[in-house]
């Protein structure tokens, strides 16, 4: 692996992932004097995101809208309608956020969705990058531990079956070696001094931003200390059973390699009434820590009581996870 080298400037920190994990954890670095990026996945097709991705032929936005609000500097009013989604009884209009429509039109506006997002980056005064990690839709495919396969991000979180791999294939040609990422994705994870990958769901979330070949040789190549935030819960039929280790054994098996470096550990137990299948819909476990064995695997353990307690469930203090991961800077 590449030596690491030292911090002696503003430090360039490379966000991956998706869904609502990574605007948690931006929100925390935006209070840091830091160079931010975002590299987010385009692989979803539930939703308004898959409605407008099906229909125009475009990367889904919901997750890209996510991470624009998140690191605008706008007033929170004008933010507020950005992430305005229309009523159910709202025709033609019904569930689509207001913000996804603008992605869209930015995207029709300058024939290409990668500029259109970096021109609505100004105009929302984004403090940082946010890149999706392609420039094109992509198909989420996974194969399960029994043996059998599906397309599909929606399809498969759906299954709630143990998944073996994923892989990412272009929406337009089927195949998987045509996908690339634009040279400003893998020049931010060359330039980087901390790749984050996480938090969020690891099959449908993080691993489909490694899948895309120049990414994973990016992350081979880079001298970045890449860090993995842990999750918190397990995922059911996913990761069921899963310690961060197993995470850790996943991310590195997709990627054809020993990428992580750290591990950002949550060490505050999630009450028992967290873990009920009547309230959530679904029986989730707290994530078991082991250190010993994510510094087996040749990570760093960094440990910290990470949990902030919501009525919609357990998630991440994105303020703790960023004074983790500043500190992991300092040490760079």
Do not use: C
């Amino acid at each position: 692996m590449t030596e690491k080298y030292t911090v002696k400037r503003v430090p360039k920190i490379v966000v991956i992932g998706g869904g609502s994990g990574q605007p948690v954890v931006l929100n925390g670095l935006k209070k840091y004097d830091s160079d931010l990026t975002a590299i987010i996945t385009v692989a979803d097709d539930g939703g308004s995101s898959g409605t407008l991705r099906d229909y125009l032929k475009m990367v889904p936005p919901g997750d890209i809208r996510n991470v624009i609000a998140t690191l605008s500097n706008l007033p929170a009013s004008l933010i507020d309608i950005f992430q305005y989604r229309f009523k159910p009884e709202d025709d033609m209009l019904a569930h689509h956020s207001l913000g996804n429509l603008i992605i869209a039109a930015m995207a029709e506006k300058e024939h290409d969705i990668f500029d259109g997002i970096q021109l609505l980056t100004k105009i929302m005064q984004v403090q940082g990058h946010v890149y999706p990690v392609a420039n094109e839709p992509l198909v989420l495919h996974a194969a399960f531990s029994d043996g059998t396969k599906l397309a599909g991000e929606a399809e498969i979180t759906a299954a709630h079956k143990a998944i073996d791999h994923i892989w990412v294939t272009s929406q337009e040609t089927s195949a998987a070696h045509t996908v690339q990422s634009p040279s400003q994705v893998v020049n931010a994870i060359l330039e980087a001094d901390i790749v984050v990958l996480g938090p969020g769901s690891l099959f449908t979330s993080v691993l489909p931003n490694l899948m895309v070949p120049n990414v994973a040789e990016a992350l081979r190549a880079t001298r970045a200390k890449v860090v993995y935030i842990a999750n918190i819960m397990t995922q059911k039929g996913e990761t069921d059973n899963f310690t961060d280790a197993d995470h850790v054994e996943a991310i590195n098996k997709h990627v054809g390699e020993r990428i992580v470096d750290a591990v950002i550990m949550n060490t505050g137990t999630v009450p028992e009434d967290y873990i009920d299948w009547q309230r959530w819909n679904e029986i989730s476990y707290q994530v078991h820590s082991d250190p010993e064995a994510v510094q087996a695997l040749g990570a760093e353990p960094v440990l910290g009581d990470l949990l902030a307690l919501r009525d919609d469930g357990a998630f991440h203090d994105g303020d703790a996870v960023a004074q983790l991961i500043m500190q992991l800077v300092k040490k760079q």
